[in-house]
């Protein structure tokens, strides 16, 4: 077992927690156990039509200017973008993380990735708690802003190795021969809908082959207020329900800017 952060490996709870929700508002039952099952969800629906055509405008206007802003090193940008803060904080998306997180979540850490078409290389499996110095509680959400397939990059997941905790990884965060843990399968994401995941599920990015098209997505990791940050993970809070019941977490104010939903 590796983390970031080895020197609060004991201090943090890196073991799956399974959901209990007898009455959730959004996700049907069966949908929380495939969850606590698999480790994520069948993708569900974040933007209708008009929605989604907003925020791809808004990737296409703002992809260089982020490409920028991250050049030197990584920078979550929803909690200075009023645009990636209005993604981030949607009604819908946060409605769906009440059932599973309560009624307090905030954000910590988000990323858009471009995978252009013939890249050659991709992201081999990982664990996303394995970067992040709390316990392992979020509920990450990666949202399709173009259709995602096996041929353009989409993700990859090995079902159900959420429930083996933080297993031995590299240096670099990758999972030592991920195969033994199962089989991998494409998680296939249409454009407008976004697929709800452990931070422990083990999870590649492969190269995108595909000839001419881009594979945008918008990923953002979310945790209950409750749980502790350490090592300055509450930077890039922002708040997207409830309240920060201990003061931890230091949320950002939305930035100055149009909105991007009504
Ligand atoms: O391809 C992507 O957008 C997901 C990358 C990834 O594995 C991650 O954000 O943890």
């Given at each position: ?43 569900v ?11 791809q ?6 992809e ?96 159900g ?23 991998e ?57 409830g ?20």
């Amino acid at each position: 077992m590796l983390t970031r952060y080895p020197e609060l490996e004991s201090e943090l709870k890196l073991e799956f927690e399974p959901i209990v929700n007898d009455r959730p508002k959004r996700f049907s039952r069966a949908q929380i156990e495939q969850y606590n099952e698999q480790g994520f969800m069948d993708p569900v629906r974040l933007l209708n039509d008009d929605e989604l055509k907003r925020v791809q405008k808004y990737f296409r206007e703002n992809e260089a200017a982020m490409a920028e802003k991250n050049k030197d090193e990584f920078i979550a940008l929803h909690h200075e973008m009023a645009g990636l803060y209005d993604i981030t904080t949607k009604r819908l998306t946060v409605e769906y993380l009440n059932d599973l997180i309560g009624p307090n979540v905030v954000c910590h850490t988000s990323q858009f990735i471009n995978k252009p078409p013939g890249q050659t290389q991709g992201g081999d499996h990982h664990q996303d708690a394995t970067f992040n110095a709390l316990d392992a509680r979020c509920v990450v959400v990666w949202l399709a802003v173009e259709d995602a397939d096996a041929e353009n990059g989409c993700m990859w997941f090995i079902p159900g190795t959420h429930k083996l905790g933080v297993v031995e990884c590299t240096k670099g965060h990758h999972v030592v021969n991920p195969r033994q843990y199962g089989k991998e399968i494409p998680c296939e994401v249409k454009a407008g809908y976004g697929v709800f995941m452990s931070d422990l599920l083990m999870h590649s990015s492969p190269a995108n082959r595909s000839k001419d098209r881009y594979r945008p997505g918008y990923t953002c990791s979310y945790v209950a207020a409750e749980v502790e940050p350490h090592e300055e993970i509450e930077r890039w809070t922002v708040q997207c329900s409830g309240t920060d019941v201990d003061g931890w977490w230091k949320a950002h104010a939305r930035p100055a800017g149009a909105r991007l939903f009504e």
